[in-house]
């Protein structure tokens, strides 16, 4: 399990460059995401948890372009390249507000299964993000009450559970909600670095 921390551990964690350990990002490497926006801040409550999103790394050596592969609050499914991410998050011209972790699962997935779930992800692309589902997720968990289907909608911790769920790679899933938390908190997930 990737060691549990909280708000002041995750900013006291020395970042590496993103052009440091750009040429040993992996497809299928995940990325855990504290934001500090508010509807991050609002993850972060409902799910008690220091994480408010989670992606996956997709690495196109053809292209030469390291992406991750999300689903984002009012845009759904995407893929957008990481360094973007980290310079000009949606277009304002500055970094995503928050701290950004790399994770791998140990002991490593083949690439095969890896590569299986990133196209699986891909196959997703522009399927909505669930809006709502943040909200249900809290009421689940208040009310001790399980989700009682899937829908075509996606929140990140979804997308990343249902890719790896394809290609044969289990997380634990509690019935009410799966977060970025419960991820994180899986024994095979392991801390590479801190990006900026």
Not at 83 to 99: A, E, I, N, Q, T
Not at 122 to 135: G, S
Not at 153 to 171: D, N, P, Q, R, T
């Amino acid at each position: 399990m990737a060691e549990p921390l909280t708000i002041p551990e995750l900013s006291s964690r020395p970042p590496v460059s993103y052009e440091e350990i750009r040429s040993s990002l992996r497809t299928g490497d995940l990325v855990f995401c504290s934001g500090t926006y508010f509807f991050s801040k609002l993850i972060r409550r409902f799910t008690r948890s220091v994480w408010s999103h989670v992606g996956m790394i997709y690495r196109d050596d053809y292209l030469d372009r390291i992406f991750i592969l999300e689903s984002e609050t009012m845009i759904g499914v995407r893929i957008a390249p990481l360094s973007k991410y980290l310079r000009d998050y949606h277009g304002r011209r500055k970094p995503y507000r928050g701290r950004m972790f790399v994770a791998e699962l140990e002991p490593g997935a083949s690439p095969e299964a890896l590569k299986q779930a990133v196209s699986f992800g891909m196959d997703q692309l522009t399927k909505p993000y669930d809006n709502w589902e943040i909200l249900r997720i809290a009421v689940r968990i208040a009310f001790g009450i399980g989700r009682k289907s899937r829908d075509r909608k996606y929140i990140c911790s979804e997308l990343v559970y249902e890719a790896f769920h394809k290609a044969g790679i289990e997380f634990p899933y509690n019935n009410r909600s799966i977060s970025p938390d419960d991820l994180w908190k899986d024994p095979r997930v392991k801390v590479r670095f801190r990006i900026h």
